[in-house]
């Protein structure tokens, strides 16, 4: 390990060290997750694009890597990573390699030995800020992953039937977790996955489902063009965190940048139909304007934390998203029954 550090755009510098292959530098968007487990699920998750996450809990690495087939995407997509101690060994019956190694074969950069608490606490305080992971001095500019087509990079090239059904359920891959086509996959639908930008509206369909996925929002414009159309055949339509987001512009409301964001497995969100409140998974530094919502429409879950939006649906027709993970991996399964109220509509819908 060598000497490097962290440099924020705004000035602030944190101290570690990093593995000797990696020299130069490394930008992204610098945010943090309070997560205690799930490391490999939060570096794989295409939501991370384009950001140097800083890990809250101390020890990152200790159960090694898992295979492959249980990543949330077939690589890392975080830009970077900061943590306090990364462990060189592992012990778990299924890791298949250690944590240094594995960023290593990924060319992932890697800050250890940081003061994790302090950079967490600045950026709750000034707000997520772009940074860079670096062995040599101050970089001369900073680069900001948001002002590029984040989900372009993290989208399937194409069409592709994933799983054969009576009913046809396209999902809109815009950085979609794995796991949440392992659930959709439980039920039988034919689902087809297709790429962020490509125009479905005029095909047949039973239901839609909008991933999340990485970046601002508002970028989305034709993502959130080809939905307002698709929305006049009142099919059923879910969303996950960016789809959440896609289907609030697509009907005329607005989204807004979070000071630092949700990220984490211990996020209390308050289902406001049931009266009762569940923990959640959540990765996304933008929410939805509830001022904003036309008037056929409602919020259906408020944050418990800032009494942000986390739910909207349409107030008759079959149309909702969550701004969490109720697929998980990492992180609690209290809203993994939404899952199963989608496939209950599409079935009572068609």
């Given at each position: 390990?060598?000497?490097?550090?962290?440099?924020?755009?705004?000035?602030?510098c944190f101290a570690g060290t990093s593995p000797s292959w990696q020299t130069g530098d490394f930008f992204g968007e610098v945010v943090?997750?309070?997560g205690m487990t799930?490391?490999?699920e939060s570096l794989t998750d295409p939501s991370y694009a384009g950001q140097i996450l800083v890990f809250t809990y101390p020890l990152i690495g200790n159960y090694g890597v898992p295979g492959s087939s249980s990543w949330e995407s077939g690589k890392i997509q975080a830009a970077g990573v900061v943590v306090g101690t990364a462990s060189a060994t592992q012990d778990h019956w299924e890791a298949k390699q250690n944590f240094l190694s594995w960023l290593e074969a990924q060319r992932v950069p890697l800050l250890a030995g940081a003061d994790t608490r302090a950079i967490t606490k600045?950026?709750?305080k000034k707000g997520v800020a772009l940074g860079a992971i670096t062995t040599a001095g101050v970089p001369s500019s900073f680069f900001d992953p948001n002002e590029t087509d984040l989900v372009k990079t993290v989208s399937c090239d194409k069409p592709a039937v994933l799983t054969k059904g009576p009913k046809r359920l396209i999902a809109v891959d815009c950085?979609?977790?794995e796991n949440i086509v392992r659930h959709l996959a439980k039920y039988p639908l034919e689902i087809v996955r297709v790429p962020y930008d490509y125009d479905y509206s005029e095909e047949p369909f039973d239901a839609l489902f909008l991933s999340n996925g990485p970046g601002d929002p508002a970028k989305n414009t034709a993502t959130a063009a080809i939905l307002k159309k698709a929305l006049k055949k009142e099919k059923p339509v879910f969303g996950i965190c960016l789809g959440a987001q896609i289907l609030a512009l697509a009907i005329g409301a607005k989204t807004y940048k979070l000071k630092f964001g949700h990220r984490g497995q211990n996020h209390p969100c308050l289902d406001l139909k049931?009266?009762?409140?569940?923990?959640?998974?959540q990765n996304h530094g933008y929410a939805i304007d509830e001022a904003s919502l036309p008037a056929d429409w409602e919020a259906t879950f408020l944050s418990l934390n800032d009494r942000s939006v986390e739910g909207i649906a349409h107030k008759c027709l079959p149309f909702s998203a969550v701004q969490f993970h109720p697929e998980s991996n990492p992180g609690p399964?209290?809203?993994?029954?939404?899952?199963d109220q989608f496939y209950r509509t599409i079935c009572e819908a068609t």
């Open positions: 390990m060598t000497p490097s550090k962290l440099i924020l755009e705004s000035g602030e943090f997750t309070t799930g490391y490999v600045l950026l709750r950085g979609m977790k049931a009266g009762k409140a569940i923990l959640t998974s399964k209290d809203a993994v029954y939404l899952f």
